[in-house]
């Protein structure tokens, strides 16, 4: 397999360039999940306290005997423990759950504004950095003005904001949005509603022009976007499709007829969701 390539966050640390992805896997599914993917080749393992398997993750990642310094290990704040102390709480709990000494990327799950703590939040996570205790802090569904104002009040920007972004809902403004701010664009539910993207011709076609699936068009697509996909598998064969994205690369004509898929999101609009 290709070697993996790897995307510079503005703290001065690096993110795989692909994730394994672990919802809605129950505990002992992500954990076989999390063991196979590490010996696949992927560092980059993502979960959040909301999913419900983080101890499953921190076995997994017990279980692949690799260094642990090797793994780049994201967990979420849920919306229910936005608050600078309850943000202190609510990591640690993570935190004893995965069962590691620290958390590589901890991320606002998401910004829930009409509860209004999120910057208290932020706050909280830098101290938690500066601790030592989490390496890197980022978001997850944030707009722009929510970005902006975790600079404006804190003076830090996050290094990721993880958003829903697939073909039929690409993104572009709020990439644009994130690279002009320096922050890493990474993508939850990478292949959105699979079979239907799957049977786009414009995906179908590129897939037999390069000899590849559908889902890694999606990949590679998201690839040269910019874009750490962090797509779910619990099957070592689709893991190992996953991250055969490297070894080729999709026109810019290609590019722009999956870009011309949008269609819009399919989950929550983070100016009104509310996450608990």
């Known amino acids: ?18 994730g394994l992805g672990t919802y809605p896997l129950a505990d002992h599914e992500a ?4 063991r196979g993917a590490i010996g696949i080749g992927y560092r980059l393992i993502d979960t959040a306290a909301n999913y419900g398997n983080e101890i499953g993750v921190g076995r997994g990642i017990a279980d692949a005997g690799v ?24 990591f640690e709990e993570s935190r004893e759950r995965l069962g590691v000494e620290y958390v590589d990327l901890y991320l606002i799950h998401w910004p829930n504004p009409r509860v209004g703590k999120y910057v208290d939040s932020w706050r909280a996570m830098i ?10 802090i980022g978001v997850s569904n944030f707009t722009d003005d929510h970005l902006d104002q ?15 972004l697939h073909p039929f809902f690409p993104q572009a403004r709020m990439r644009a949005a994130d690279r002009d701010r320096r922050v890493v664009t990474q993508s939850w539910s990478p292949l ?11 995906i179908a076609t590129a897939a037999e022009a390069h000899d590849v699936t559908p889902a890694q068009v999606v990949l590679r697509w998201h690839h040269q976007l910019g874009v750490v996909a962090i797509p779910k598998s619990a099957s070592p064969e689709r893991q190992r499709s996953n991250a055969a994205i490297f070894g080729f ?3 810019e004509a290609e590019m722009d007829a999956i870009d011309g898929l949008e269609r819009g999101r399919m989950g929550g609009d983070p100016e009104e969701h509310e996450e608990f």
């Open 1 to 18: 397999m290709t070697a993996w390539p790897s995307v510079p966050l503005h703290d001065g640390r690096v993110l795989p360039a692909l």
């Open 192 to 202: 959105g509603r699979a079979k239907d993207v799957f049977d786009q011709p414009e």
């Open 249 to 251: 690369e999709l026109t």
């Open 31 to 34: 954990r076989e999940a999390v």
């Open 67 to 90: 260094p642990r310094e090797e793994i780049v290990l994201t967990t979420k704040l849920p919306g229910r423990d936005h608050g600078y102390e309850e943000t202190l709480a609510s």
């Open 150 to 164: 975790l600079e404006r009040e804190t003076g830090e920007m996050p290094v990721v904001n993880q958003i829903e």
């Open 127 to 136: 101290k938690l950095r500066d601790e030592g205790r989490i390496r890197s």
